[in-house]
């Protein structure tokens, strides 16, 4: 199994970037979770937001509501995270996480449910 992130780097303060998780070696269909997590230095790996049940699911932790969007494309075995109104704070490292959905369909912010992770894309904020 591979999770490949993609789209990451340096904006302002008030920007916008797409951030994709390519996964490959997995059915990409209703068994599985995923997840977009952020590490920044010094903190803990957060939850950000999830999708699961071939998009019928989705969170959001409360930070990012309405900044961020997540989707996925099957066809592509992809899934999708829409940045809007960047701020300093959203600076860190972004990993996707694959997970079954048995494992991460009721707490898909937490980090404990998901097998597979990438290698993550780094976003920096300026202000």
């Known amino acids: 199994v591979q999770l490949v992130e993609s789209g990451g780097g340096l904006v302002q303060a008030g920007g916008s970037l797409r951030l994709s998780c390519v996964v490959s070696?997995?059915?990409?269909?209703?068994?599985?979770?995923i997840g977009w997590f952020r590490q920044a230095p010094g903190k803990k790996r957060e939850g950000v937001s999830c999708i699961g049940n071939s998009g019928g699911h989705r969170n959001y932790t409360h930070s990012v509501k309405g900044r961020f969007t997540i989707s996925s494309d099957n066809a592509k075995s992809a899934v999708y995270l829409q940045i809007h109104s960047l701020e300093p704070e959203d600076t860190a490292v972004y990993y996707c996480?694959?997970?079954?959905?048995?494992?991460?369909?009721?707490?898909?912010?937490?980090?404990?449910?998901?097998?597979?992770w990438g290698q993550g894309t780094q976003v920096t904020v300026s202000s």
């Open positions: 996480g694959a997970g079954e959905s048995s494992a991460t369909y009721y707490h898909c912010l937490s980090a404990a449910g998901y097998k597979y």
């Open positions: 070696g997995l059915t990409f269909d209703n068994d599985y979770g």
